[in-house]
Every structure is written in structure tokens, then in C-alpha cells.
């Protein structure tokens, strides 16, 4: 299975959620979180947004430092900070396999905070865990209890978890 920047952002918020994604369950039709990319959107930062695509990952801005190559990831909030972190490592480990060296930059201009994201060996090392666990999560016969978490309340899977809603 491939895995992709948006398994990553959910492995760190809900194990079930990944391995409904990776099955293609549908979500439910009616729910405004349907689109899930657009979930990840809404967390991030739209003001001077200028994409970069590059393979299969998509990178909010990309500046040059000298002969430092530095990718930008834009968000709303730190709520998230560790699908942030995650997210951004595998786009520089994305980037590192077509031969781009790269550091990271998180930021939060509603928080004004930003913060560094370097892609390491024993970074690299953490993230291939993360890749191997979410493969597991997908060949498991069935998913992962449910779990009530906030997030539940925007997830569009929630009535497959709690019928009740
Ligand atoms: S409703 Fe909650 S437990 Fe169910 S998939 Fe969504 S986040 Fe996970």
C-alpha cells in the first residue's frame, strides 16, 4: 500500500481513521468533512498559499537560503503539532528520494510561532516506524476500537464508530 502524507496526518490523530482510509471506506456522504483533504486544508493557513507539487507531495512554499533549500508548511493552529511535524518530515524524506535536500519550516502566524522540522537519520529512522505501523493498521482483518477522542465530533466516519452520533 502506498502510504501517503494524509495516512500520516491521521496516524497521529486516530489508528481507525487510517485503516478506514486505507480501505476506501466511504465516509459518510452527507458530512461536510467528507473530503478529507479539505480537513487537512482547513487547518492550513490559505493567506499568500502558493503550492508546489513535486511527485505526490504538495508543499505550501518552498525558499532558497544560500544553498539551503527550505520547505514552508503553513498552519492554522499547533493543535495538530504532531501530524504537522510528521507531515513535513515525510516531505522531506519525499524530496531527499528525488534528490532534494531540504530542511522544514512549521509555522503558525495566527500563534506566531514557527518551528524547525530537520530531516535526520534517527528522524528517518521514527518516520519508516510510522510507515511500517500504518501498513500494519491497513492489513489488520478489521479496524481498531474506536476510541472517543475531540476529534471525533468532526470526523466523518463518526457514524461507523458511534451510531448514536
Ligand atoms: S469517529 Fe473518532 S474513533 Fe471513529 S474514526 Fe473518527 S476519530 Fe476515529
Request: aromatic share 10%; hydrophobic share 35%.
Given at each position: 500500500?502506498?502510504v501517503t502524507?494524509?495516512?500520516i496526518?491521521?496516524?497521529?490523530?486516530?489508528?481507525?481513521?487510517?485503516?478506514?482510509?486505507?480501505?476506501?471506506?466511504?465516509?459518510?456522504q452527507?458530512?461536510?468533512n467528507?473530503?478529507?483533504?479539505?480537513?487537512?486544508?482547513?487547518n492550513t493557513?490559505?493567506?499568500?498559499?502558493k503550492?508546489?507539487?513535486a511527485?505526490?507531495?504538495?508543499v505550501?512554499?518552498?525558499?532558497?537560503?544560500?544553498?539551503?533549500?527550505?520547505?514552508?508548511?503553513?498552519?492554522?493552529?499547533?493543535?495538530?503539532?504532531?501530524s504537522?511535524?510528521?507531515?513535513?518530515?515525510?516531505y522531506?524524506?519525499?524530496?531527499?528520494?528525488?534528490?532534494?535536500?531540504?530542511?522544514?519550516?512549521?509555522?503558525?502566524?495566527?500563534?506566531?510561532?514557527?518551528?524547525?522540522?530537520?530531516?535526520?537519520e534517527?528522524?528517518k529512522?521514527?518516520?519508516?516506524k510510522?510507515?511500517e505501523?500504518?501498513?500494519?493498521i491497513?492489513?489488520?482483518?478489521?479496524?481498531?476500537?474506536?476510541?472517543?477522542?475531540?476529534?471525533?465530533?468532526?470526523?466523518a466516519?463518526?457514524?461507523?464508530?458511534?451510531?448514536?452520533?
Amino acid at each position: 500500500m502506498a502510504v501517503t502524507a494524509t495516512h500520516i496526518w491521521y496516524y497521529f490523530i486516530c489508528k481507525r481513521e487510517v485503516w478506514l482510509l486505507s480501505r476506501g471506506i466511504a465516509a459518510d456522504q452527507e458530512d461536510e468533512n467528507l473530503d478529507l483533504g479539505r480537513f487537512i486544508d482547513r487547518n492550513t493557513y490559505q493567506k499568500n498559499k502558493k503550492e508546489i507539487v513535486a511527485g505526490n507531495i504538495k508543499v505550501d512554499r518552498v525558499r532558497k537560503e544560500g544553498e539551503e533549500v527550505v520547505v514552508g508548511e503553513v498552519k492554522k493552529s499547533s493543535r495538530f503539532k504532531e501530524s504537522s511535524r510528521y507531515q513535513l518530515l515525510f516531505y522531506l524524506d519525499s524530496l531527499r528520494q528525488m534528490g532534494i535536500e531540504a530542511r522544514g519550516e512549521l509555522l503558525f502566524p495566527q500563534e506566531k510561532k514557527r518551528e524547525k522540522v530537520e530531516w535526520t537519520e534517527e528522524k528517518k529512522k521514527e518516520l519508516d516506524k510510522v510507515v511500517e505501523d500504518i501498513r500494519k493498521i491497513a492489513k489488520k482483518p478489521v479496524p481498531p476500537a474506536p476510541k472517543k477522542i475531540n476529534f471525533c465530533k468532526k470526523c466523518a466516519y463518526r457514524e461507523y464508530c458511534w451510531a448514536e452520533g
